[in-house]
């Protein structure tokens, strides 16, 4: 039925499982008509399609309830445009982060996402966001994202923000499209705003045994681009502290006089921006959790966003963290529920119920089984 479509389809094998589906194919399109063209297909033979970029979190949230087509964007790799006068830049949803870094790069830009997985895409940076350093000063992927074009499960084009404006019914299509998990419909491209790449990065790390300490430099006038922290299952934690800019290095000296002590170094340290092992957790709260042991914790004590590796029991996980923590995506064998109590699960249901009424894109993945 899709060799019909023209684009290119091949039988899926053990590599293009989700979360432990296998689904039947593989679809390989190469622009927004050809997708459009694969979801219209797949909408009149009632098959459930699951986007993928780079594949780095096809393990992530719920497996879906059924994958009958895996669509595999990563032909769609291209700058569609840069307007570097304007700190503009549009792209496929499939160009890796690390290959649009050095496009931009040469011309003294960069999009401030910090992502710790190097083959994500753009497409699965929105899809399924993870937790970046940088976010406590540039925001995250919604925040930079000032355009988008998606594809709805029926084959339906649309777009919102960027140079042309045309949203569904209303919504927000950027924003309310990630963290979706592809279960909306299909990213397409995506326009976003950028930033000069800093003429000087400085860090400043050094041991603690708790993490209070890090929280002076967060009240300093010092205006650090992230604070994050490595703490491991067994021993001293690492705090380090990213400066951007103008006399990069002179703040970096004054914080450490502050905390009295420390290293300045203009590398980063080399956990810096990566998870903590497997299986992986997301774990978000507004302060700094008491984590039980055996568990490793990295992540942002500006922004309270952690990852963390531990015990695959969240339940019993989850009873032993303070009230304003929750625990959502995650990857790896677990037991329990993923995500935990959800408030907003009528709305999303509703939402779903609106943009994907038959259930065909990656059906139950989110909370509650959207």
Not at 176 to 190: D, K, R
Not at 283 to 300: F, K, Q, T
Not at 302 to 322: F, I, M, N, Q
Request: hydrophobic residues 45%; contains cysteine; aromatic residues 6%.
């Amino acid at each position: 039925m899709l060799g019909h479509t023209g684009v290119t389809v091949r039988e899926a094998g053990p590599g293009d499982a989700v979360g432990g589906v296998l689904p039947r194919w593989v679809a390989r399109p190469e622009s927004v008509d050809e997708i459009s063209v694969v979801l219209a297909a797949c909408a009149d033979a009632d098959l459930a399609v699951v986007p993928a970029g780079g594949r780095s979190k096809l393990g992530w949230a719920a497996p879906p309830e059924r994958a009958d087509v895996l669509l595999d964007l990563s032909l769609m790799h291209d700058v569609l445009e840069h307007v570097a006068g304007d700190l503009v830049v549009r792209v496929q949803a499939g160009i890796p982060l690390a290959r649009l870094a050095e496009i931009l790069a040469k011309a003294g830009q960069e999009l401030a996402l910090d992502v710790p997985f190097p083959e994500a895409t753009v497409g699965g940076t929105l899809a399924a966001p993870a937790p970046g350093p940088r976010a406590y000063r540039y925001g995250n992927a919604r925040d930079l994202l000032i355009g988008v074009t998606v594809v709805l499960a029926d084959g339906t084009v649309a777009k919102a923000g960027g140079k042309v404006v045309k949203n569904v019914a209303g919504y927000d299509l950027g924003k309310l499209f990630t963290g979706s998990y592809g279960t909306l419909g299909v990213i397409a491209e995506a326009t976003f705003r950028l930033h000069p790449i800093a003429a000087d990065r400085c860090w400043l790390t050094f041991e603690c045994e708790g993490w209070e300490d890090a929280g002076v430099l967060m009240r300093s006038q010092l205006e650090p681009s992230a604070v994050e922290i490595d703490r491991p299952a067994v021993g001293m934690s690492m705090v380090a502290a990213l400066f951007e800019g103008p006399a990069a290095r002179e703040r970096a000296l004054v914080a450490r006089e502050l905390l009295g002590g420390g290293e300045v170094c203009a590398e980063s340290p080399p956990w810096w921006g990566r998870p903590p092992g497997e299986p992986l957790h997301s774990l978000r709260c507004r302060v700094a959790p008491h984590i039980p042991d055996g568990v490793s914790v990295r992540g942002s004590l500006a922004t309270g966003v952690y990852l963390a590796s531990g015990p695959a029991d969240l339940d019993a996980w989850r009873s032993e963290l303070p009230g304003h923590a929750r625990l959502v995506g995650l990857s790896g064998e677990v037991t329990g529920d993923r995500w935990g109590p959800n408030p907003s699960l009528p709305l999303m249901r509703r939402v779903k119920e609106r943009f994907d009424p038959g259930r065909r894109m990656s059906p139950g993945r989110l909370a509650g089984g959207v």
